[in-house]
């Protein structure tokens, strides 16, 4: 990414994030190979009611140097376009049934989808180039049973490579083609999730009207770490089929991806807020890493834990830590990237550290980890200095707070004011272990 770009991208994003969030996305995708940044899924709904925002949002990118890879449907759009023409509509498994006079259809609304975007951000000095076609080889899925619907047999990225190459957001339809030349509806999430597969992208984005997965009570889920929360997300009863069936498949797609890869959930108008802070906007949905307890420092790479601590404080720890602290418990993720060390004091374990490594940030690995501490913590206390970064976490999980010059002392669970009135005192009084 040019230097150039960053004063860019700092002034775009300043009502959003700290000047340290800032430069913390920028470094880590101005290490990716430019034709591994990101795909974005767009939904027909969203090109035929949302397309400002759109442009505006891959304008964005395309201002800071990042040139994500656009793959569109266009359901509504074919849905009236049948009903235009007296055609009405056949689904088998979800999927359209397509014979050839709906096929014409969908060539001509795919075309018109299609050119549609790229016009749109061409008019705003946006290069993208239309890709309709040779990028999806195909099989016909069942045409007896589906008509001339494919299934993805290759990818070929030769004109996605050419676009990107040129700093030009290549948008692609979901068709395909057979190996004799027919042209071949497919469905464009499965299209998606084989470009993915081919591709490796860091970030893949799907752009939908809700702007992410909601819970029970309509809520957007900020984010799930698949490695610790899939299996209960999968029992809860407020989970709908669609819903579920959309988890599945992002947990199928991401555990044959890098780690470093993940699923954004989102609006297209928070498409940069969702890339480029911490707090994001929607759902980031990660493989992320296991969560292990320790009862002491035995078992712990302690050179790891050291390195964690300091990347996540940016502060150098004092020496002699590991042997004046004596650890309740210890939730560290499998790959020392977040850690949560507790001490118990006078019967109420506290949170002694929290840490969460630079390039973690943001992921959500942090809070997989706080709710695994949490699980088994029915009381806790600790301390945090009034300027850190997450104390607007801190308020949301405690049942009080005691603000101070030096330090806010939080807690939840305790019973009585001499349990908070001894928490208070002790976080005051305890010595500080990091430097500066």
């Given at each position: ?31 990716i190979d430019?034709a ?24 964005f ?14 359901g ?9 023409a007296?055609i009405?509509?056949?689904?088998v ?20 989808e ?13 290069r ?19 008509g ?44 998606a ?6 591709m ?14 909601l ?56 498409l940069a807020k ?36 300091e ?6 720890l ?7 602290t ?10 020392y990237r ?37 699980a088994?913590?029915a009381r806790?206390?600790?301390?945090s200095r009034p300027l850190?970064s ?8 405690s ?20 349990e908070?009135r ?5 976080c ?5 272990t990091?430097?500066?």
């Amino acid at each position: 990414m040019a230097k150039d770009l960053r004063p860019t991208i700092v002034r775009l994003l300043s009502n959003m994030a700290s000047a340290k969030e800032i430069q913390q996305y920028l470094k880590r995708f101005s290490q990716i190979d430019a034709a591994r940044f990101a795909l974005v899924k767009v939904g027909g709904a969203i090109l035929r009611d949302e397309l400002d925002a759109l442009v505006s949002s891959l304008a964005f990118l395309q201002q800071v140097g990042l040139t994500p890879i656009v793959l569109h449907g266009a359901g509504p759009q074919l849905d009236d376009e049948m009903k235009a023409a007296g055609i009405t509509k056949q689904t088998v498994d979800g999927l359209r049934v397509t014979t050839p006079e709906v096929l014409t259809i969908v060539r001509r609304v795919f075309l018109q989808e299609n050119l549609r975007l790229v016009e749109a951000l061409q008019a705003e000095g946006v290069r993208a180039t239309s890709i309709q076609a040779g990028v999806f080889e195909a099989d016909l899925l069942n045409k007896r049973k589906y008509g001339l619907v494919g299934k993805v047999s290759r990818v070929h990225l030769q004109g996605i490579n050419a676009a990107i190459k040129v700093g030009s957001i290549p948008v692609i339809t979901s068709l395909g083609e057979t190996a004799s030349g027919q042209i071949v509806n497919l469905n464009a999430d499965w299209a998606a999730n084989e470009l993915v597969k081919e591709m490796q992208p860091y970030k893949i984005v799907f752009l939908t009207g809700t702007g992410g997965l909601l819970d029970g009570e309509g809520r957007i889920i900020d984010s799930i770490n698949l490695s610790t929360e899939y299996q209960d997300l999968m029992l809860q009863p407020w989970l709908h089929s669609g819903m579920k069936v959309k988890i599945e498949q992002i947990h199928d797609l991401l555990m044959q991806l890098p780690p470093a890869s993940s699923v954004s959930i989102t609006k297209p108008d928070e498409l940069a807020k969702e890339l480029f802070t911490h707090r994001g906007s929607g759902t980031l949905v990660r493989r992320g890493e296991k969560i292990l307890t320790k009862k002491s420092w035995k078992g712990i790479d302690l050179a790891r834990m050291k390195s964690l601590i300091e990347s996540g404080f940016g502060r150098k720890l004092l020496p002699d830590y590991f042997e004046k602290t004596k650890p309740y418990r210890i939730y560290v993720s499998e790959h020392y990237r977040a850690a949560l060390i507790l001490t118990m004091e006078n019967g109420i374990p506290h949170l002694d550290k929290f840490a969460v490594s630079d390039d973690a940030q943001g992921e959500g690995l942090g809070r997989a980890a706080w709710l695994v501490m949490r699980a088994e913590n029915a009381r806790l206390f600790w301390r945090s200095r009034p300027l850190n970064s997450i104390n607007e976490f801190y308020f949301s999980e405690s049942d009080g707070c005691m603000k101070g010059d030096k330090w806010n002392v939080f807690w939840f669970g305790l019973d009585s004011f001499d349990e908070v009135r001894f928490a208070i005192d002790h976080c005051r009084a305890r010595p500080a272990t990091l430097k500066g």
